[in-house]
């Protein structure tokens, strides 16, 4: 006979688990916590009572379509009138600022 969820989890484990994610929990933290992971653990344990042999595996409970548009080539933007309006060009580029190690 294998041993019920809530002999599964412990406030030891919790307290482990909680010492290995670096997490600092109280005493009644670890209680409420112990006590819901039981409950998840009883919960995980009813699904895997369920025959579920005739269901088949899925990702999605909905089909999905792509819903991108078609790519389609368009004339870009004319360079020169672009340029005219940035706040500095130079060589056909747009002038920024340095980041590191040149003066202006």
């Given at each position: 006979?294998?041993?019920?969820?809530?002999e599964?989890?412990?406030?030891?484990?919790?307290?482990?688990?909680?010492?290995?994610?670096?997490?600092d929990?109280?005493?009644?933290?670890?209680?409420r916590?112990?006590?819901?992971?039981a409950?998840?653990?009883?919960h995980?344990?009813?699904?895997d009572?369920l025959?579920l042999?005739?269901?088949?595996?899925?990702?999605?409970?909905?089909?999905?379509?792509?819903?991108?548009?078609?790519?389609v080539?368009?004339t870009g933007?004319?360079?020169?009138?672009?340029?005219a309006?940035a706040?500095?060009?130079?060589?056909g580029r747009f002038?920024?600022?340095p980041i590191?190690g040149?003066?202006g």
């Amino acid at each position: 006979m294998s041993e019920s969820p809530s002999e599964r989890i412990s406030a030891e484990v919790v307290v482990k688990v909680s010492r290995l994610a670096r997490l600092d929990v109280t005493p009644d933290e670890v209680q409420r916590i112990t006590t819901q992971m039981a409950g998840m653990l009883e919960h995980f344990a009813d699904i895997d009572a369920l025959d579920l042999s005739d269901v088949e595996p899925m990702t999605q409970p909905y089909p999905l379509s792509n819903v991108f548009r078609e790519d389609v080539v368009v004339t870009g933007l004319d360079r020169e009138e672009v340029l005219a309006n940035a706040p500095a060009a130079e060589d056909g580029r747009f002038r920024v600022p340095p980041i590191v190690g040149l003066d202006g």
